[in-house]
């Protein structure tokens, strides 16, 4: 069976701990591969790598750092049919999802060719008699990140574009579920001419991860995940001295306003609900109904679910995939079987749900309330619920008393309602009839709340800021003649 290995000093190397952990092909219920869990001497081993190339890649110009990114982008694209079947193959989504996902990675390696630009200083002439000041920014050193199942090959390409662009040198520890996708990526770097050392690879779990946390020599880690474990790495990374933006769960809310356009608002509820099974981040998880367009819309919404065609990646008809794995498949369901609100559409009763796979039907679930789990918990898989509320206020408020602050939505054609809304909800990134607002590659990515442990989102001008520290030089070159002792404070004028 297949081995998937780590990569270090820009060569695939195979694990020697013997844990094997398996990955799974979710389209058949059948184990297609396996990753050898690192040791720590193993992890330790990869950061000794990037450590050792650290010099060299910081020392190199920014035009170098950039066309390496460049050739990377091309590189990417050339490769993208590869890519995207990889990751459908082992995460089990569609191949036109995985290319989606890949497509919006891109958008992040192309801001990070801009680093030239974007690493530019301040200066400032004649702060004083004679003293200039200037501001610089220079690289961590070696970083980490720590990559989630769901987007195997555009959460590593968050973090891994802007912190190498920057100077950094890198060890990302991606998820065991679907790991492939990682040493490709490292192989395209290494032909993009990114020097042996600066990216290295560890496959793993909790060993690899607690090793990088503790490791002296990381001077910052990104991770992806759930809020319960982006809590304990942040806290952990943070007691060991480390600069750490650690991302969390997420419950979406959709809010739709009586006067937004029904039709609309049902083809975004279920493309954002049921997109990639659900396993996203920014999937849409409750709908909120305002008024009297809760009927209509549950009603357009459950008769758009009847179309979706759920099946494997490999029958080009299919839409939605299965989830990633059985015990998950069965989380997911075990919500559907615990629920007292009126399940409108039941996911396990899709015909496709019977079959080899993780797979699960989409699912709706009317007249759900706020302190049951289907709505305080992150379900991460297609089952969307619809919160019935009489109010735009009481809407808002839902939305902020929620635990998480991920992402949220407004339909309307009001656009005094949209205005309001963006200004009185409290959530990092909203979407103004746009049901998944993950914004462009010169913007940042991050919630608030329990969504987001740390100071700095992801990816665009706060990526680039997370991965340098700003240093400030006074400078003069005074005539020697002119010297002389002053113990008073630095005078400015």
């Excluded at 020392?59 to 990377?72: G, H, K, T």
């Excluded at 981040?281 to 209509?296: F, K, L, R």
């Amino acid at each position: 069976m297949r081995e998937i290995k780590h990569w270090l000093d820009g060569a695939a190397v195979e694990g020697t701990s013997g844990r094997q952990l398996p990955v799974w092909d979710p389209a058949t219920g059948e184990q297609q591969a396996y990753v050898v869990a690192a040791t720590a001497e193993e992890t330790n081993r990869a950061v000794a790598s990037a450590l050792k190339a650290f010099p060299a890649w910081r020392a190199a110009s920014l035009s170098r750092r950039a066309e390496v990114m460049f050739r990377f982008r091309e590189l990417v694209d050339a490769n993208r049919k590869e890519i995207a079947a990889l990751v459908s193959q082992e995460h089990g989504k569609t191949v036109a999802d995985a290319a989606g996902e890949l497509a919006r990675g891109l958008e992040n390696i192309e801001f990070a060719t801009g680093a030239p630009h974007l690493l530019k200083g301040g200066y400032s002439e004649q702060a004083s008699n004679g003293v200039d000041v200037y501001s610089i920014r220079q690289p961590l050193g070696v970083v980490a990140g720590i990559t989630p199942f769901n987007f195997p090959a555009m959460v590593p390409m968050w973090m891994f574009a802007n912190a190498l662009v920057c100077g950094n040198t890198f060890v990302l520890k991606p998820s065991e579920k679907d790991p492939s996708v990682s040493l490709l990526l490292a192989d395209l770097l290494r032909q993009a001419g990114l020097p042996d050392g600066v990216f290295n690879v560890v496959q793993g779990d909790r060993e690899a991860v607690e090793t990088l946390l503790s490791h002296p020599d990381v001077q910052a880690l990104s991770f992806v995940g759930s809020t319960p474990i982006a809590k304990a790495v942040y806290e952990a990374g943070t007691r060991a001295g480390k600069r750490v933006q650690a991302l969390g769960g997420a419950k979406n809310h959709m809010v739709v306003l009586p006067d937004a356009d029904v039709d609309s608002a049902a083809d975004a509820a279920v493309s954002a609900g049921y997109g990639s099974a659900g396993e996203r981040c920014m999937a849409i998880s409750v709908v909120v109904a305002v008024g009297a367009v809760a009927d209509p819309l549950v009603a357009a919404i459950s008769e758009r679910i009847g179309r979706i065609a759920v099946g494997p990646a490999s029958d080009p008809a299919a839409e939605m995939g299965p989830l990633i794995t059985r015990e998950h498949r069965d989380k997911v369901a075990g919500y559907l079987a615990g629920t007292a609100a009126e399940i409108v559409v039941d996911g396990r009763e899709a015909p496709v749900s019977s079959g080899p796979g993780f797979f699960l039907g989409a699912s709706l679930v009317d007249k759900v309330s706020t302190d049951e789990a289907l709505y305080t918990d992150e379900i991460f898989g297609p089952v969307l619920s619809v919160v019935r509320v009489d109010s735009y206020d009481e809407a808002v408020k839902l939305v902020n008393d929620n635990e998480y602050g991920n992402g949220t939505a407004i339909f309307t054609r009001d656009g005094g309602a949209a205005r309001r809304f963006q200004y009185d909800v409290v959530c990092g990134m909203v979407g103004v009839n746009v049901p998944v607002p993950v914004p462009v590659a010169y913007y940042s990515f991050g919630g608030w709340k329990s969504s987001l442990f740390g100071d700095l989102h992801m990816y665009g001008p706060e990526g680039i800021q997370f991965y340098t520290r700003s240093k400030v030089v006074t400078s003069r070159w005074p005539d020697p003649a002119t010297s002389e002792v002053d113990l008073g404070f630095p005078k400015v004028r």
